[in-house]
């Protein structure tokens, strides 16, 4: 689903490479195309046609450019752009949210962070519950009480929820450095002890996993502090929201962070991180790594490819020691490319 804005020039990009990949690899992938976002309202009038819906669930596995612009800013909430994106995340039932945080060295000078904070490397990924939590729990509203406008909310998980996002994670770090910090706020709220409590029951499934507990608070501070010590954070709805956001500022780099969205039957869906940048949209100027990068997650969790993942991954690394650079990462020495010339570095150096 290429999207809105540059989606379609990121998601060309991307099935460039995955072509690519397929051609070194040995392997054939078919690809079907859907409508989404701004782009699916202009041609159906709703942004998410039933077609795409349909596409989705019949596909291994969904990439997503991005969606949204001005000129369906101003329509009503109920059929914008965005409704789109939650749509297909409901009817999919996609529950896990990974969002990896890494800084590649060669745009160390983007990092926000000193120097010797992330010298020691910072390569993270935040698995984060994503259809339950606060932000769905119920009872939830506002009301006037005792003359005073009130609102509330409720943190709930139910031990299902938690274990199978704790699989996920474990699943994750398997394929990584096999550590996951749980993060929670155990000190405080009940849902956090059982939060706890089941993902050590989940832990012993994975005895090659190292599991070790942060409350949240102290999280966001060693993310800070010392983001090397983590490989896999996992956490519930509210607190991922916040620390995914942070982790993937940390690197400085909007434009290189993939991510994917997991459920248990239906296909994952990859997309990178940023939006649909409408101010350089149709310019060339888009950067397509992070769509590129979120190709190599469906290979790694979509379809178990791992090499195949490492090859994509260790291109776009390449790529950036050769010093080349869209106008988003451009630093002074380096070769400025266009997202088109970018794709064809990325096919060369795999
Ligand atoms: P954005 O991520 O689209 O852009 C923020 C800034 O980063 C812009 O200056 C943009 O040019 C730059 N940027 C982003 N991705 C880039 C890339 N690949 N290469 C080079 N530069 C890049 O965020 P925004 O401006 O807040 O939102 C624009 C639209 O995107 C809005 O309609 C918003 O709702 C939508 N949006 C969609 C998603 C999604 O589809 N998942 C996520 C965030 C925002």
Redesign the pocket.
């Known amino acids: 689903m290429p999207?809105d804005?540059?989606g379609p020039e990121?998601v060309e990009e991307a099935l460039r490479v995955l072509n690519a990949a397929a051609k070194k690899f040995g392997h054939e992938f078919s690809t079907e195309e859907a409508l989404i976002?701004g782009s699916a309202i202009d041609a159906t009038g709703t942004p998410l046609p039933e077609a795409t819906v349909e596409a989705c669930k019949k596909a291994d596995a969904v990439l997503?450019g991005?969606?949204?612009?001005p000129k369906w800013?101003t329509l009503d909430p109920a059929i914008r752009?965005?409704k789109g994106?939650l749509g297909i995340r409901k009817a999919l039932g996609l529950f896990a949210n990974l969002r990896p945080a890494t800084l590649f060295p060669e745009l160390a000078g983007a990092c926000l962070l000193r120097p010797d904070i992330v010298g020691k490397g910072l390569d993270l990924i935040v698995v984060r519950e994503l259809t339950g939590g606060i932000y769905f729990g119920k009872p939830a509203g506002t009301e006037v009480r005792d003359g005073k406008r009130t609102g509330w909310n409720t943190m709930i998980y139910n031990e299902d929820e938690i274990a199978r996002i704790a699989h996920v994670a474990f699943q994750a770090a398997q394929k990584r450095r096999n550590k996951v910090c749980s993060v929670d706020k155990a000190n405080v709220l009940d849902v956090s002890r059982v939060w706890r409590e089941v993902v050590i029951e989940v832990s012993r499934q994975y005895p090659d996993v190292e599991l070790s507990h942060l409350y949240v608070d102290n999280a966001a501070m060693q993310l800070v502090r010392d983001p090397s010590q983590f490989d896999v954070i996992v956490t519930g709805n509210l607190f991922g929201d916040i620390l995914s956001d942070e982790a993937s500022v940390i690197t400085g780099s909007?434009?290189m962070l993939p991510s994917a969205s997991l459920g248990s039957a239906q296909p994952g869906l990859f997309?990178?991180i940023?939006?649909?940048?409408?101010?350089?949209a149709g310019q060339g100027?888009?950067?397509?790594l992070?769509t590129i990068l979120s190709i190599a997650m469906m290979l790694r969790h979509a379809f178990d490819m791992s090499v195949e993942a490492d090859a994509i991954e260790n291109a776009v690394h390449k790529t950036l020691q050769a010093g080349f650079r869209?106008?988003?990462i451009m630093e002074a020495g380096k070769t400025l490319l266009s997202t088109r010339e970018m794709g064809d570095k990325v096919i060369a150096c795999l």
């Open positions: 999207g804005g540059i990121i976002g997503l991005a969606v949204g612009g800013d752009p965005e994106l909007i434009g997309e990178p940023h939006g649909s940048a409408p101010d350089i100027k888009a950067n397509p992070a869209t106008g988003d």
